[in-house]
């Protein structure tokens, strides 16, 4: 919201010497956020003064335009007094006019500078300037003629055109539509600046009463239109121009100047807050008529937009159809034109919820919506629509029909209950409630009552609804940099939670590994899950939908870490970086379809039964781990070749997380995508799958623009964590020999090597200290579909050296149970 400082101070007074910047420190504090200081001038420097045109001859030229030779009086402004020679191509002037001048070593807007030079044979010492040249608006028509009595020959320009004006402009919460007005800005300074008093508001003027001569209005929807005024004005001049004063105040709020009827209800909406629509009275038939738009209607609005609409608009009528898309925009029909000599003023009080749907609904933002959709006083419509009749037949040559017409009475506010110590206990300050009454009365509140006030608000604040709005208000009257700041006392011996800790240990362990954490988004759309190759019955498919998604091509809760990691590695691949193991740790969002979540009560403590509803409502969000890596786990040089990442890289990550939580991981064949059919292991923790790891599809590496034979896993650390040990005990050490046995066992191909390794270390017993898979051979010395696979035993007791062949007795132990049960045979 752009405001003239001059304008604001129209309605209240300040205390003399207070600077702008005192004054919007002040506001800013308060909560009206300035964003800037524009001076409209501020690019002009040098002479600018005020020229009374003595002669004009114009002067044909070769080219077919025809320049004016002026001579134009401007005092003492050139230091000589003698009238200046000016060449001028503009026409609409003439001699005695008074214009605005600039001499030469002035410089115009955009570093314009003026100087004396020889031009269309003359020497034109200075220039005439127009609307544009002087940084007023986009007028260039022709230059700028001043009233007669404006000023005098000589004068400087700048404060009679409002170049000296400073504009404010702040930043509007969406709560608080009262400050979208001068009105409502200047109340503001009154209660925030020290000192200001004597608030004249724009709003607080007689009006004549309501009779039945006015123009029929009949209001079908009273909830949607609580308050509907009209009013009429004849015998209007439409090429009447508009008054500088208008003008330059719309101009710097931001607004362009159209005609003097569409520029009336602009300043006036300016002024108010009170958006205004005027229509060409000729061209209404009938009685105007407010209801919900029907099926199918359409509506051409003011922008030439032809407009589908919806059941839920609120529309104004007439005999002849739809004339107006109501408190958003007005139709074509009724537009007012250059012919236009009766102008039917309405000032209506619209539904604030409406008019925000509809906005969005049709996609149109203008400065009346801004303000309807907000919540604008309803009590000022009467007072809105008198101030529009009164410009227009002021400046316009119109007369004031007698007839007002008034349908509907504006809602009443709630009375709220708010104890008088809330905003005492809610800031930490010493506020009393003498104190808090008087601020709330300060904004417009009615209070009554002690300990527990009665506090009605005013009627241009719909945002006051609650007893926490009322401490706020308080709060920020008294002052937000008054509030102490308190570093609150911890309790002592808390520190990290077990589930925390947990998860730190599961980060270093990871980047011990040589693995990057990464954080992407949490959002999906269908096209990711089809790149991973996921079927239509995968779990992993059934998504929450986002009701306002920052994409369109995402708009789901991901089920998977792994489209997220995948883009992250995708990314760093083509960037040239293509040895890469990055993870993430992240929730995933499993929808439960028990319905819509309870809208829990604020007033009081929810009930353990609210809360269990809202829980059961909620989505399960588990944390889960995606770990990605592609090119080489190990690198080539002259120590060796290169090593490149494998599925058993994937399966070794998450085992080296299980061990850091004490835990064991067993792998398994599986088949899922997005891995590769026959490289792709179900990892699980005591019988409990927690996830699966190995290479991926070549397909979906093609999708993420991945390498082939990259790998990937993902598990439920939720899983992880609840089974953790959290304090582990320290292990104990031997210090006797160690016994080492080699065994090479020939299996079918289909067997694991997990199930293989399980029953040695099974049958190798409380010696075994440790075992080792350090071979895989498939050949022909082991024949078709058979494979040899070669484990490292470690045998040791805790408190004796091993005798001659307990060890070979606990090996040849473990070899039998492993024949027993997978079929092994002894190589």
């Not at 004031?400 to 009475?409: I, L, N, Y």
């Not at 504006?410 to 809330?422: N, R, T």
């Not at 309870?598 to 399960?620: H, S």
Request: charged share 25%; aromatic share 4%; net charge negative.
């Amino acid at each position: 919201m752009k405001a003239p400082l001059s304008w604001i101070l129209d309605y209240v007074d300040v205390p003399a010497g207070t600077t702008t910047h005192e004054l919007t420190d002040r506001l800013t504090l308060t909560g009206l956020k300035l964003e800037a200081i524009e001076s409209p001038g501020r690019d002009i420097t040098g002479p600018l003064v005020v020229g009374r045109v003595l002669t004009m001859e114009p002067e044909p030229q070769k080219n077919g335009k025809t320049i004016n030779w002026c001579t134009v009086d401007v005092g003492d402004a050139n230091g000589t007094g003698e009238p200046q020679g000016i060449v001028c191509g503009a026409h609409n002037f003439k001699p005695g006019d008074l214009v605005v001048t600039v001499l030469p070593g002035g410089v115009l807007p955009g570093g314009f500078e003026i100087s004396a030079r020889k031009t269309y044979g003359h020497l034109s010492a200075g220039m005439i300037c127009s609307v544009r040249e002087l940084g007023l608006g986009e007028d260039h028509d022709g230059i700028l003629v001043l009233p007669p009595d404006a000023g005098t020959p000589g004068q400087d320009a700048r404060p009679l055109l409002g170049l000296d004006e400073e504009i404010l402009e702040f930043e509007i919460n969406p709560d608080r539509a009262y400050a979208l007005s001068l009105r409502g800005i200047a109340r503001e300074v009154l209660v925030s600046v020290e000192g200001a008093s004597n608030f004249r508001d724009p709003a607080l003027r007689d009006t004549p009463p309501a009779d039945d001569h006015g123009h029929p209005v009949v209001v079908e929807d009273a909830e949607g239109c609580p308050v509907f005024v009209a009013r009429t004005v004849s015998g209007f001049d439409p090429t009447a121009p508009t008054p500088d004063f208008i003008v330059r105040r719309i101009t710097a709020a931001g607004m362009r100047p159209i005609s003097l009827a569409v520029d009336v209800t602009n300043y006036v909406m300016l002024e108010t807050g009170r958006p205004i629509h005027g229509y060409d009275a000729d061209k209404v038939r009938g009685a105007l008529v407010v209801r919900r738009a029907r099926a199918g209607e359409r509506l051409r609005t003011l922008d030439g937009t032809d407009r589908v609409l919806d059941p839920a608009d609120l529309v104004v009528t007439d005999d002849s159809g739809l004339i107006g898309l109501g408190g958003v925009m007005g139709g074509e029909t009724t537009e007012i034109s250059e012919t236009t000599t009766s102008v039917l003023v309405e000032a209506a009080h619209w539904d604030a919820v409406s008019m925000f749907r509809t906005g969005r609904r049709h996609k149109i933002t203008s400065e009346a919506g801004k303000r309807n959709e907000r919540g604008v006083d309803p009590t000022i419509c009467e007072a809105a629509a008198d101030r529009v009749v009164e410009l227009l037949v002021e400046h316009g040559g119109g007369q004031a029909d007698p007839g007002v017409t008034v349908v509907g009475t504006p809602p009443a506010m709630p009375l709220v209950e708010v104890p008088g110590d809330l905003a005492a206990r809610v800031s930490g300050m010493p506020i009393t409630e003498e104190r808090s009454v008087e601020c709330l009365r300060a904004i417009g509140c009615e209070v009554s009552g002690t300990g527990t006030l009665s506090v009605t608000p005013p009627p241009w604040r719909p945002d006051l609804t609650d007893a926490q709005d009322f401490s706020e208000e308080v709060i920020r009257l008294v002052g937000y940099d008054r509030v102490p700041s308190v570093l609150p006392t911890p309790p002592s011996g808390r520190g990290l939670t077990r589930s925390q800790q947990l998860r730190r240990r599961i980060g270093r362990t990871l980047a011990g590994e040589g693995y990057v954490e990464v954080v992407t988004f949490p959002f999906v759309g269908e096209a990711d899950l089809d790149a991973l190759g996921l079927p239509a019955d995968d779990p992993r498919r059934d998504l929450l939908r986002l009701s306002n998604p920052l994409s369109a091509e995402a708009p789901f809760m991901t089920t998977t870490l792994l489209p997220g990691v995948l883009r992250a590695a995708g990314k760093n691949v083509g960037h040239g970086i293509t040895d890469l193991a990055i993870f993430e740790t992240a929730t995933v969002t499993f929808p439960r379809h028990s319905g819509p979540a309870p809208i829990l009560p604020v007033d009081r403590r929810p009930t353990d039964e609210e809360i269990a509803a809202l829980d059961a409502a909620l989505p399960a969000q588990p944390l889960h781990l995606a770990v990605v890596a592609t090119g080489d786990a190990v690198a080539g040089g002259w120590w060796g070749e290169a090593r490149p990442v494998s599925w058993a890289d994937a399966v070794d990550a998450v085992r080296a997380v299980a061990a850091a939580l004490g835990l064991e991981v067993t792998a398994s064949p599986a088949e899922l995508a997005p891995w590769h059919p026959g490289r792709c292991a179900e990892l699980s923790v005591n019988g409990e799958v927690i996830g699966h790891a190995g290479e991926l599809h070549p397909t979906v590496c093609q999708a993420f623009g991945l390498p082939k034979r990259s790998v990937a896993a993902e598990v439920d650390l939720d899983v992880l964590i609840d089974r953790a040990i959290h304090l582990r005990q320290a292990p104990s050490f031997s210090s006797y020999p160690v016994a080492k046995e080699d065994v090479a066992l020939v299996v079918d191909d289909t067997v694991p090597a997990a199930d293989v390794e399980a029953a040695l270390r099974e049958g190798a017993g409380e010696l075994l200290e440790s075992i080792r898979l350090f071979d895989v051979y498939t050949g022909d010395q082991v024949g078709d579909g058979k494979k040899s696979l070669a484990y490292a035993l470690r045998f040791r007791a805790p408190d004796r050296t091993l005798k001659e062949g307990e060890a070979a007795a606990a090996r040849d132990a473990a070899v039998a149970l492993a024949a027993e049960r997978t079929g092994a045979v002894r190589r």
